[in-house]
């Protein structure tokens, strides 16, 4: 079983910045592809960002390229999202998952991913 623990939320201004993590526990993370999502009120669940398990590859959504950086420590076992001028429309829980089958390619697609964090809130102020 893997269990994914999301932290790094707050309460910051606009034009701030955050760094999140997903740490894992349990066996077999450092050989998947992990991904970023976050769900606003009122809204479905949206991609936010993914990367390889090698790290060499990263995908992210068009509303935060340029702000928004993955990376991933393996020899931690955590998977950071670095986010840079935050906006008030970044407000939303940001969750990360596991990709589904190991060495695959990360995608967009939150089906394609299994073992979801619980989430952690991230609150941008105008």
């Known amino acids: 079983q893997v269990q994914l623990v999301e932290s790094g939320g707050g309460l910051v201004q606009a034009g701030g910045s955050l760094r999140l993590s997903c740490a894992a526990s349990?066996?077999?993370?450092?050989?998947?592809?992990v991904g970023w999502f976050r769900q606003a009120p009122g809204k479905e669940r949206e991609f936010v960002g993914a990367i390889s398990w090698g790290g060499t590859t990263t995908l992210y959504a068009d509303s935060v390229k340029g702000r928004f950086t993955i990376s991933r420590d393996n020899a931690k076992i955590t998977v950071y999202l670095q986010i840079n001028s935050l906006k008030p429309e970044d407000t939303a829980v940001y969750y990360c998952?596991?990709?589904?089958?190991?060495?695959?390619?990360?995608?967009?697609?939150?089906?394609?991913?299994?073992?979801w964090g619980q989430g952690t809130q991230v609150t941008v102020s105008s």
């Open positions: 998952a596991r990709r589904k089958g190991s060495y695959v390619i990360p995608t967009t697609t939150s089906s394609d991913y299994e073992y």
């Open positions: 349990g066996r077999a993370f450092s050989n998947y592809a």
